[in-house]
């Protein structure tokens, strides 16, 4: 069963263990050109035009696939989801989310499976943000602002961000690009903040020396699920964490992690990737205090540097690549060839 909406993805192409696999997109973004659900599948967050409320499907008025068999529960509660997206993108956006685009990934905590997500407050002595914040309230640590864009951040057609590889005069979603969010993230604390990164989109930078050891940060996610809840968990964050997740850069933001539990962590996961052992950065789940907790990984930080972490250390360029749909530009590794990439690309 195929669920295509125009879209880009925000659910990506998430595979049920039925067997079934969903290529599911959720507003906010679009591709620049049409782009073939298989291309899509390669290239999953670079797709990034904005926001259209149009939405394709080859869903009947049930939501259901007009020519696929009778769906399961596990279908129908997808559908469920799709169908209140749908029903959000037929309102009109707000005007600053409209010009936001960007995804995470849904953090994996580890071979550690947690058992449950509580709302403890965390015993951060660093930074902390918190899930269980009054709407009304900003969560804590990072906000989607409204403060002046520069005009780097930008494309020069007035803040919408759009797909700048040209290929045979179209412009295309290959290679990967990351596209920054208009307004910036916002977040510092006493160790880094968010800012512009030459490797992509936003990332971490020092703000002051760094020595190894110093905790940096520790977060609590913003939700918790693994693949049979994920939507549900979603569902039930209040509208400005909504906000907040759908801002950040999500390939992999809905993906089933194996059917372990994972978290989004909006903070962390504006760190960008180095191949390891090049990572400055390491990190680790602390399930007493349920706080994803990064420290320094080298010997010493300059102020200014970027701070990175590694998705995976035994990952290989191209598991790099099927599981993130980026290819690296970290600087410590020698990057995927143009031949290795199109030898990957073609097994599709
Ligand atoms: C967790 S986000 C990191 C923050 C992201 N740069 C942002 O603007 O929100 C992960 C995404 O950043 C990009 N990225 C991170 N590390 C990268 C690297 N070493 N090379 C190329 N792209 C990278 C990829 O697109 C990846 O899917």
Redesign the pocket.
């Known amino acids: 069963m195929s669920l295509s909406l125009t879209a880009d993805a925000l659910l990506h192409p998430f595979s049920y263990p039925n067997g079934h696999v969903y290529d599911v997109s959720v507003d906010f973004t679009r591709v620049a050109a049409p782009v073939a659900a298989d291309k899509r599948m390669k290239e999953p967050?670079l797709c990034t035009e904005h926001v259209t409320s149009s939405i394709e499907s080859d869903t009947d008025t049930t939501g259901a696939a007009t020519d696929d068999p009778p769906i399961n529960d596990e279908d129908r509660l997808l559908l469920e989801f799709i169908a209140k997206i749908q029903q959000q993108l037929s309102q009109p956006l707000p005007e600053d989310l409209a010009t936001e685009m960007?995804a995470?990934?849904l953090w994996s905590l580890g071979s550690q499976p947690i058992s449950s997500y509580d709302d403890r407050p965390s015993t951060n002595s660093v930074s902390s943000i918190d899930s269980e914040q009054p709407p009304s309230k900003p969560l804590p640590g990072i906000s989607i602002g409204s403060e002046d864009k520069t005009e780097d951040q930008h494309s020069k057609d007035g803040g919408e961000l759009r797909a700048s590889h040209q290929e045979d005069g179209n412009e295309t979603c290959l290679p990967?690009v990351?596209y920054?969010t208009c307004p910036a993230p916002q977040f510092d604390n006493e160790y880094f903040e968010v800012a512009e990164?030459k490797?992509?989109?936003?990332?971490a930078f020092a703000t002051k020396p760094l020595k190894r050891g110093n905790t940096i940060l520790r977060e609590k996610p913003l939700f918790v699920a693994d693949h049979s809840c994920l939507f549900q968990e979603y569902d039930k964050l209040d509208k400005q964490a909504k906000r907040v997740a759908l801002s950040?850069?999500a390939?992999e933001l809905f993906k089933s992690v194996g059917g372990r539990l994972a978290g989004l962590f909006p903070i962390a996961?504006?760190?960008?990737?180095?191949c390891h052992p090049t990572q400055n950065v390491d990190f680790e789940y602390d399930e007493a205090s349920r706080c994803l907790v990064l420290y320094v990984r080298a010997d010493e930080i300059a102020a200014g540097e970027e701070l990175k972490i590694s998705y995976g250390k035994d990952r290989t360029l191209a598991e790099l690549y099927m599981t993130?749909?980026?290819?690296?530009?970290?600087g410590g590794c020698p990057g995927m060839s143009d031949k290795d990439f199109s030898r990957l690309t073609s097994r599709w």
Do not use: D, E, Q, T
């Not at 996961?269 to 180095?274: E, I, K, L």
């Open positions: 967050s960007s995470a990934p990967p990351i920054k990164s490797v992509a989109g936003w990332g950040l850069y390939n996961a504006r760190f960008n990737h180095s993130y749909g980026f290819r690296c530009r970290c």
